[in-house]
């Protein structure tokens, strides 16, 4: 079987005549803008150069006396413990978060049947805590 | 004058050099572009955007492979972003609506200029990555390794999308001219 070939089928278009005119009026205008913003640009920096200088100070000296602030501020990780709790927690103390199961059949066996029973647990800051019924 | 030596002149910023790479070159890329996007004017702007960076970044040439190819990579890249564009805007060319316009009014199209008036159509539903070496190597005539190199893929990637290409348009040419003969009949 022939292979289809679109060089046979496809029509070919041409360049329109004022092509090379539009292209040239276009490298023109690129390279007047490409002057222009050189121009801009060097007259900002022989103008402004004092100014370009001083705001660059400001910042630096801004950055040196804001960021560690900042950093003091929130770039520590946020603690589960309020600050009661933190208290009473020994310095340099690792903490592990235990679930553990609670089982709680024995604590009511002898509590007669259909009486609803309220486990109320303590929100003091306090870690220690016993549970009350 | 060859080329060579015109784009050594090209890169000093000789704009007669560039007139002259644009009298061998305009007619190939427009026509490379119209095929490849489907839209007589977005092509010329497009060619004339390839010859203008080919004004600008003429150092940027290293004489490794034909300067062809390297014209052709930059509008290859340029047909390939405004492919993107059009993706994502779902543009719909002048041409196709007139195109459309014509075979619902027309009564009878002579059988050469309807295939390929179906053939533009088709090769505009082809996906960029399918149309792109399919017109390098079919208009242009460019070798798959040259593709290859000017698109950025490996040879064997080319070769597939070539062929695979050639297969879609294939069965879609057939598909459409049996629906036209079956409504005609």
């Known amino acids: 079987m022939k292979e289809l070939n679109l060089k046979d089928f496809l029509p070919s278009v041409k360049a329109p005549e004022d092509f090379e005119e539009r292209v040239f009026e276009k490298i023109r205008e690129r390279k007047r803008s490409r002057k222009k913003y050189l121009f801009i640009s060097i007259r900002i920096w022989r103008r402004q150069r004092i100014l370009l200088a001083t705001a660059f100070l400001v910042f630096l000296v801004a950055g040196i006396f804001l960021l560690p602030p900042f950093f003091k501020k929130y770039g520590q990780p946020e603690s589960r413990y309020s600050p009661g709790q933190a208290k009473l927690l020994p310095a340099e103390a690792s903490i592990l978060s235990l679930i553990e199961p609670v089982d709680f059949t024995r604590d009511f066996a002898d509590i007669p049947a259909k009486k609803v029973v309220y486990i109320l647990e303590t929100v003091n800051e306090s870690i220690v805590s016993e549970v009350k019924y | ?185």
């Open chain 2, 1 to 185: 004058m060859d080329e060579q030596e015109l784009i050594e002149r090209i890169k000093q910023g000789d704009e007669m050099a560039l007139a002259s790479l644009m009298k061998i070159y305009k007619d190939r890329v427009v026509n490379f572009l119209y095929h490849s996007l489907g839209d007589y004017e977005r092509a010329v702007e497009l060619a004339q955007e390839t010859f203008i960076r080919v004004y600008f970044r003429a150092r940027q040439y290293r004489p490794v492979g034909p300067l062809s190819a390297w014209i052709f990579t930059i509008a290859s890249n340029l047909a390939k972003s405004e492919a993107k564009k059009r993706r994502r805007v779902n543009f719909v060319p002048l041409e196709e609506v007139a195109s459309q316009l014509r075979s619902n009014g027309a009564g009878y199209d002579p059988p050469a200029a309807s295939l390929s008036r179906h053939l533009e159509q088709v090769l505009n539903e082809l996906p960029a990555h399918y149309r792109l070496p399919l017109l390098l190597k079919d208009l242009e005539g460019f070798s798959q390794e040259e593709i290859a190199r000017m698109l950025g893929r490996p040879v064997g990637t080319i070769k597939a999308r070539i062929s695979r290409a050639r297969h879609i348009l294939r069965r879609r040419l057939e598909g459409t001219l049996r629906g036209k003969n079956d409504e005609r009949a």
